[in-house]
């Protein structure tokens, strides 16, 4: 696999392959895209140190535009990683988003889009952090690649073993509530990787700008598994 436009390509021409990620119609009116970048005045003024009071903005953001959902977030500037040290660089902080996220509430279940093995998973416990976090690995036309399933609940790593089986379809996770899914709002982050390295259990989620170029050679856009009529492709 040389880079994420291969890694596109071939997730394009199978497009039709790949069942829902979770238990939610992603095109149904009741999605919205969320802005959580540094245009969102709501975010800029909430003391998003203090879950509870950022989950409420959360809430109020998905009142305003009548929706029970929330969508978004793939390579976008985001200045809501302030609230944690954990996004911290020694140069360079990081604020540019890898992933799609999936803003509803805990407890709804996450399936694998397609047949997969588990590649590796832990808790990732820092505050800000992912939470409980499943990495999961998939082939298509002989080419492997890794989805990656960030904030879900503590119990979803139970019974795990690295190279379980899991097919198209099947539930592997639940979205977790706080402060167990990392300390966020309940949310699923999905993510694509053509490539791990030697990482396991864990795989940057938020980027710096810096890296932006890397990054985008490493994870094309999720919304070609997701398949959201709200999102890009």
């Given at each position: 696999m040389k880079n994420s436009q291969d890694l596109s390509a071939i997730l394009g021409r199978h497009s039709h392959v790949f069942s829902p990620v979770i238990d939610a119609d992603l095109n149904s009116d009741q999605v919205c895209v969320l802005d959580f970048s540094g245009n969102n005045e709501l975010l800029q003024n909430?003391?998003?140190?203090?879950?509870?009071?950022?989950?409420?903005?959360?809430?109020?953001?998905?009142?305003?535009?009548?929706?029970?959902?929330?969508?978004?977030?793939?390579?976008?500037?985001?200045?809501?990683?302030?609230?944690?040290?954990?996004?911290?660089?020694?140069?360079?902080?990081?604020?540019?988003?890898?992933?799609?996220?999936?803003?509803?509430?805990?407890?709804?279940?996450?399936?694998?889009?397609?047949?997969?093995?588990?590649?590796?998973?832990?808790?990732?416990?820092?505050?800000?952090d992912y939470g409980p976090t499943i990495i999961l690995q998939h082939e298509l036309e002989g080419i492997t690649f890794y989805t990656l399933y960030g904030h879900l609940s503590r119990t979803s790593l139970e019974g795990l073993t690295v190279g379980k089986h899991f097919s198209k379809g099947q539930k592997i996770a639940e979205v977790g509530p706080y402060p167990e899914n990392g300390d966020w709002p309940p949310h699923l982050h999905f993510q694509v990787m053509s490539s791990m390295g030697d990482k396991k259990g864990d795989f940057p989620g938020v980027a710096a700008q810096s890296d932006r170029s890397k990054y985008a050679s490493l994870c094309p856009n999720p919304n070609l598994i997701l398949q959201s009529r709200h999102l890009s492709f």
């Open positions: 909430t003391d998003l140190r203090d879950t509870a009071t950022f989950n409420k903005a959360v809430q109020q953001l998905l009142q305003q535009q009548n929706a029970t959902i929330g969508v978004g977030g793939y390579f976008e500037d985001r200045s809501i990683y302030r609230r944690s040290t954990h996004f911290e660089g020694e140069a360079e902080s990081r604020n540019l988003h890898l992933g799609v996220d999936v803003w509803l509430d805990d407890g709804v279940a996450v399936f694998t889009p397609i047949d997969a093995i588990v590649h590796s998973f832990q808790d990732n416990n820092n505050f800000g």
